[in-house]
Protein backbone atom coordinates (compact mmCIF):
# COMPACT_ATOMS: atom_id res chain seq x y z
CA UNK A 1 0.00 0.00 0.00
CA UNK A 2 0.99 3.42 -0.85
CA UNK A 3 0.13 6.53 0.87
CA UNK A 4 0.40 10.35 1.55
CA UNK A 5 0.14 11.93 4.67
CA UNK A 6 0.55 15.81 5.00
CA UNK A 7 1.34 17.61 8.41
CA UNK A 8 2.61 21.33 9.10
CA UNK A 9 -0.82 23.11 9.14
CA UNK A 10 -2.06 25.22 12.00
CA UNK A 11 -3.13 28.77 12.29
CA UNK A 12 -0.71 31.89 11.32
CA UNK A 13 -1.31 35.40 11.75
CA UNK A 14 -1.00 37.46 7.81
CA UNK A 15 2.51 37.87 7.14
CA UNK A 16 3.70 34.90 8.92
CA UNK A 17 5.14 31.79 7.57
CA UNK A 18 4.54 27.95 7.92
CA UNK A 19 6.57 24.79 6.10
CA UNK A 20 4.41 22.23 5.57
CA UNK A 21 5.91 18.60 4.61
CA UNK A 22 4.49 15.37 2.72
CA UNK A 23 5.77 12.06 2.95
CA UNK A 24 5.09 9.10 0.67
CA UNK A 25 5.04 5.78 2.01
CA UNK A 26 4.64 1.70 1.36
CA UNK A 27 5.73 -0.19 -1.53
CA UNK A 28 7.52 2.50 -3.85
CA UNK A 29 9.32 1.92 -6.72
CA UNK A 30 9.86 5.62 -7.86
CA UNK A 31 8.31 8.80 -7.31
CA UNK A 32 7.89 11.18 -10.83
CA UNK A 33 6.05 14.86 -10.38
CA UNK A 34 4.56 15.61 -6.83
CA UNK A 35 2.25 18.71 -5.90
CA UNK A 36 0.39 20.61 -3.55
CA UNK A 37 -3.36 21.72 -4.42
CA UNK A 38 -5.51 23.44 -1.98
CA UNK A 39 -8.95 24.03 -1.19
CA UNK A 40 -10.81 26.58 0.08
CA UNK A 41 -14.42 26.57 1.65
CA UNK A 42 -16.95 26.98 -1.46
CA UNK A 43 -14.65 26.90 -4.13
CA UNK A 44 -12.81 24.30 -6.28
CA UNK A 45 -9.34 22.46 -5.71
CA UNK A 46 -6.33 24.49 -7.41
CA UNK A 47 -2.81 23.60 -8.01
CA UNK A 48 -0.46 25.71 -5.44
CA UNK A 49 3.08 24.18 -6.62
CA UNK A 50 4.81 21.56 -8.65
CA UNK A 51 8.00 19.80 -8.56
CA UNK A 52 9.36 16.95 -11.06
CA UNK A 53 11.86 14.57 -10.24
CA UNK A 54 14.00 16.32 -12.02
CA UNK A 55 13.59 19.25 -9.74
CA UNK A 56 11.86 21.39 -12.33
CA UNK A 57 9.28 24.04 -9.97
CA UNK A 58 5.88 25.84 -11.03
CA UNK A 59 3.72 27.65 -9.02
CA UNK A 60 0.35 29.15 -9.18
CA UNK A 61 0.56 33.34 -9.63
CA UNK A 62 -1.13 33.85 -6.75
CA UNK A 63 1.73 32.00 -4.79
CA UNK A 64 4.52 33.10 -7.38
CA UNK A 65 7.63 34.64 -4.93
CA UNK A 66 5.92 33.91 -1.47
CA UNK A 67 5.77 29.60 -1.66
CA UNK A 68 8.79 27.65 -2.54
CA UNK A 69 8.02 23.95 -3.48
CA UNK A 70 11.50 21.38 -2.45
CA UNK A 71 11.87 17.89 -2.57
CA UNK A 72 14.53 16.35 0.18
CA UNK A 73 17.72 15.45 -1.35
CA UNK A 74 18.28 12.55 0.83
CA UNK A 75 14.70 11.03 0.60
CA UNK A 76 13.02 11.95 -2.69
CA UNK A 77 9.79 10.59 -0.95
CA UNK A 78 9.38 14.15 1.08
CA UNK A 79 8.00 16.95 -0.24
CA UNK A 80 7.78 20.33 0.86
CA UNK A 81 5.67 23.69 0.37
CA UNK A 82 7.74 26.48 2.35
CA UNK A 83 4.78 28.91 2.55
CA UNK A 84 5.86 32.65 3.59
CA UNK A 85 3.95 36.22 3.92
CA UNK A 86 1.14 34.18 4.07
CA UNK A 87 -2.23 35.88 3.96
CA UNK A 88 -5.83 35.15 4.44
CA UNK A 89 -6.98 34.27 0.88
CA UNK A 90 -4.48 31.28 1.37
CA UNK A 91 -6.78 29.76 4.14
CA UNK A 92 -7.92 26.49 2.97
CA UNK A 93 -7.30 22.87 2.88
CA UNK A 94 -3.64 21.77 1.51
CA UNK A 95 -3.42 18.43 -0.54
CA UNK A 96 -0.23 16.67 -1.42
CA UNK A 97 -0.54 14.63 -4.56
CA UNK A 98 2.20 12.40 -6.10
CA UNK A 99 2.40 10.52 -10.03
CA UNK A 100 4.14 6.83 -8.04
CA UNK A 101 5.32 3.89 -9.74
CA UNK A 102 4.69 1.13 -7.14
CA UNK A 103 7.00 -1.99 -6.44
CA UNK A 104 4.39 -3.58 -9.14
CA UNK A 105 5.08 -1.15 -11.72
CA UNK A 106 1.88 0.40 -11.61
CA UNK A 107 1.51 4.03 -12.04
CA UNK A 108 -1.02 6.09 -10.50
CA UNK A 109 -2.29 9.14 -9.08
CA UNK A 110 -1.78 9.78 -5.02
CA UNK A 111 -3.84 12.27 -2.89
CA UNK A 112 -3.03 13.02 0.65
CA UNK A 113 -5.64 13.22 3.63
CA UNK A 114 -4.98 17.14 3.76
CA UNK A 115 -3.84 19.55 6.24
CA UNK A 116 -5.34 22.84 7.07
CA UNK A 117 -3.93 26.23 6.90
CA UNK A 118 -5.80 28.99 8.65
CA UNK A 119 -4.21 32.69 8.11
CA UNK A 120 -6.00 35.33 10.61
CA UNK A 121 -6.01 38.51 9.16
Known amino acids: QVQLVESGGGLVEAGGSLRLSCAASGSIFSINNMKWYRQAPGKQRELVAG????????YADPVKGRFTISRDNANKNMVYLQMNSLKAEDTAVYYC??????????????WGQGTQVTVSS
Open 97 to 110: NANIVDSRGTTRLY
Open 51 to 58: ITSGGSTN
